[in-house]
């Protein structure tokens, strides 16, 4: 199976400012990756897809980078609303499998 | 707007099956693929396994003796069963829409499913 490794579990930030959170494949996955936030009480959202898509509705302050093994979600001048759990997901082959999450919490 | 819900037990006893719901609105589960996937405490999470458009089906090699995926169309449902539970099947369960590439854009709220005597 594919690992996935998100090096921060956790991560503290203020309004206003830049983050990013990382998530390094075991394997080359090309650019087969998916960013999703989760917030208490919400279903997850996918954010990005193929590395650096952005779903349709995902403000543009988010940006996703990388190609092969890592790859990086960036949130430019971070709102309020941005603080939660992100993952990435690998779907360059099954089983499809996610890093263990990144909690963004306000600091 | 696609809303998926999930219902089923909150409680399992060990050796049992666990076997959840995943009741669709907004869009039919005879398009695209419908999946579970798992988040364990901890947040770790895991691909379970999907049911596709046609019926057929794709499991995780990690559960693939004791999953089960099925469908109603009827209703617009589709189910998970897992068999032989442990205490290591103590996770909170999510539905999910999958997109013809193995992405999953919409989420159901997800379930608790205690495994425990």
């Known amino acids: 199976d594919v690992q996935m490794t998100q090096s921060l579990s956790y991560l503290a930030a203020s309004p206003g400012e830049s983050v990013s959170i990382s998530c390094k494949a075991s394997?080359?996955?090309?650019?087969?990756l998916a960013w999703y936030q989760q917030k208490p009480g919400e279903a997850y959202k996918l954010l990005i897809y193929?590395?650096?898509t952005l779903q349709s509705g995902t403000p543009s302050r988010f940006s996703g980078s990388g190609s092969g093994t890592d790859f990086t979600l960036t949130i430019r001048s971070l709102e309020p609303e941005d603080f939660g759990l992100y993952y990435c997901?690998?779907?360059?082959?099954?089983?499809?499998?996610f890093g263990a999450g990144t909690k963004l919490e306000l600091k | 707007e696609v809303q998926l819900q999930e219902s089923g037990p909150g409680l399992v006893k060990p050796s049992q099956s666990l076997s959840l719901t995943c009741s669709v609105t907004g869009y039919s589960i005879t398009s695209n693929y419908w999946g579970w996937i798992r988040k364990f405490p901890g947040n770790k999470m895991e691909w379970m396994g999907y049911i596709s458009y046609s019926g057929s089906t794709s499991y995780n090699p990690s559960l693939k003796s004791r999953i089960s995926i099925t469908r109603d169309t009827s209703k617009n449902q589709f189910f998970l069963q897992l068999n032989s539970v442990t205490t290591e099947d103590t996770a909170t369960y999510y539905c999910?829409?999958?997109?013809?590439?193995?992405?999953?854009?919409?989420w159901g709220q997800g379930v608790m499913v205690t495994v425990s005597s």
């Open positions: 999910a829409r999958r997109r013809r590439v193995p992405l999953f854009d919409y």
């Open positions: 193929s590395g650096s």
């Open positions: 997901q690998q779907y360059y082959e099954k089983p499809y499998t």
């Open positions: 394997k080359s996955i090309s650019n087969y």
